[in-house]
């Protein structure tokens, strides 16, 4: 794994700096030897006893690990059996409405911190996307919709059905950025994001939009291997056996697919 210096902003939270160099009696800098570039990543989960647990642990801020963070902001309303609940106050145990399967139980939540333009960092995980009320129909979102960096929307158009061979397929919500009803937002001090997982991949509700649950996708696609793979997975107590996961229900495509596909979008 390669590594990347960064120097975040002084008392930026979640994130670790590069080491520092050293200087020789002639005051010439030596090499400087990094690490890679870190995040604190918190996460909540149910124990195969009913129990909740938490528990936070630095790791890379690679985008496997951001993807399972990073969805959703602070004051997304998910519906719930209880009502409308924000994803804050969304607790492991928690049903959550999806449209495949009625209400299903919340088994995880991780959270990470967004720091907007930290060296080092991808650019978009210190960005959100806003949502205008009503921009993919009435109600649609209703209110305004605000999400991390890593959510996905559920496309159900011709395009998406086409290529997925199915109801349609997961698309990051940054590709549909277009200054005007979706607007991407940075963020003047740090933020927390969060991501639930439920038993298998699901469309959410929220806002009246639905979007994609927590799901690790094929773990030969992660891109990770040895002991940063066991990292990784054991962020995920809630699934004992990644083997015995359920696959994907609905791809993952982006916009650009469709286009390149050339079919309409429409």
Request: hydrophobic letters at 45%; proline letters at 9%; charged letters at 20%.
């Amino acid at each position: 794994m390669s590594s990347i210096p960064f120097a975040p902003r002084p008392g930026a939270p979640g994130v670790v700096p590069a080491l520092p160099g050293t200087r020789t009696a002639t005051g010439t800098r030596t090499a400087i030897r990094h690490r890679p570039l870190l995040r604190k990543y918190e996460v909540m989960h149910l124990a195969e006893n009913g129990d909740l647990e938490s528990f936070s642990r630095l790791a890379p801020a690679h985008p496997a690990f951001e993807d399972a963070f990073a969805a959703f902001a602070r004051g997304t309303l998910f519906e719930t059996a209880r009502g409308r609940i924000a994803i804050e106050d969304l607790l492991p145990g928690d049903q959550v409405r999806t449209l495949e399967s009625g209400f299903q139980p919340v088994l995880w939540r991780g959270a990470t911190t967004l720091v907007a333009d930290a060296p080092g960092q991808s650019r978009q995980m210190g960005r959100l996307t806003r949502i205008a009320a009503d921009a993919l129909g009435i109600a649609r979102p209703m209110p305004d919709l605000v999400l991390g960096p890593t959510a996905r929307l559920f496309d159900a158009g011709r395009a998406a059905q086409k290529l997925s061979h199915g109801a349609g397929a997961f698309v990051p919500a940054r590709d549909h950025i277009d200054g005007i009803n979706v607007i991407e937002l940075t963020p003047i001090s740090a933020v927390e994001v969060f991501h639930i997982g439920l038993p298998q991949q699901h469309r959410i509700l929220a806002h009246g939009v639905e979007l994609e649950s927590q799901h690790p996708g094929s773990l030969h696609m992660l891109g990770l291997r040895g002991e940063v793979l066991r990292l990784y997975l054991s962020f995920f107590p809630h699934i004992p056996d990644f083997s015995a996961l359920p696959p994907l229900r609905h791809p993952r495509l982006r916009l650009s697919d469709m286009e390149i596909a050339g079919i309409g979008v429409a």
